[in-house]
């Protein structure tokens, strides 16, 4: 189904369509993580990505709840955003010796990945609350409050010290 298709004739098929999306990313993210945090050589980051970790695997879970209150069944539709994301984070990763600047470019890697949750779960959050479903809008508001913390932690790390290192 693609975004523009005939597929997509009302918001609900929207709703659902990006709510597929996102389960795609999510799951992709589940594999992803693991793989930034062996990547990461600040300590704090490494656990930062793990942690993450644990609530992406609780985002997937409530998109699955989210499609059950919505009485659809919870199916991915491939991404190719996140797809291009993780692919271009692995790609820099793997072009940086210096550990220092390998954490930054991590960072900013994770950064892009947020961003774009987080623009998919605010259109959520607004959609379903524009189709009456204030209950998934709640289950999804979650998980962008956690998308947003974890940016602020992530700039946060990224300006109080590993970017220093990494200029340094």
Same mark, same amino acid.
């Given at each position: 189904?693609? !975004?523009?298709?005939k597929?997509?004739?009302?918001? &609900? ?12 990313a999510?799951?992709? !993210?589940? $594999?992803?993580?693991?793989?930034m945090?062996?990547?990461?050589t600040? @300590? /704090?980051?490494k656990? %930062? ?7 992406t ?5 409530r998109?699955?709840?989210?499609? /059950?209150?919505?009485g ?20 820099v990763? %793997?072009?940086? &010796?210096?550990? @220092?600047?390998?954490?930054?470019? !991590?960072i900013? #890697?994770a /950064? ?5 949750e987080?623009t998919?779960y %605010?259109? !959520?959050?607004a959609?379903a ?11 999804l508001q ?6 947003k #913390?974890? &940016?602020k $932690?992530?700039t946060?790390l990224?300006?109080s +010290?590993?970017?220093? +290192?990494a #200029?340094g």
């Open positions: 189904m693609g !975004l523009f298709t597929d997509i004739k009302t918001m &609900d098929d929207l709703f659902i369509h990006q709510l597929q999306d996102i389960y795609y999510e799951k992709q !993210l589940v $594999k992803a993580i693991p793989k945090a062996d990547k990461a600040d @300590a /704090q980051l656990q %930062g990505f793990l942690t993450h970790l644990d609530e695997k609780v985002h997937v879970q998109l699955e709840q989210v499609f /059950q209150m919505h659809v069944a919870a199916k991915a539709v491939d991404c190719p955003a996140i797809d291009g994301i993780i692919e271009e984070a692995d790609e990763a %793997g072009e940086v &010796d210096d550990k @220092a600047v390998l954490d930054a470019a !991590l900013n #890697a /950064q892009a990945v947020e961003h774009y987080m998919r %605010g259109s !959520l959050v959609w609350k524009q189709l009456g479903r204030n209950d998934c809008a709640a289950v979650k998980t962008l409050d956690e998308e #913390a974890t &940016d $932690k992530l946060s990224a300006e +010290r590993i970017n220093l +290192r #200029a």
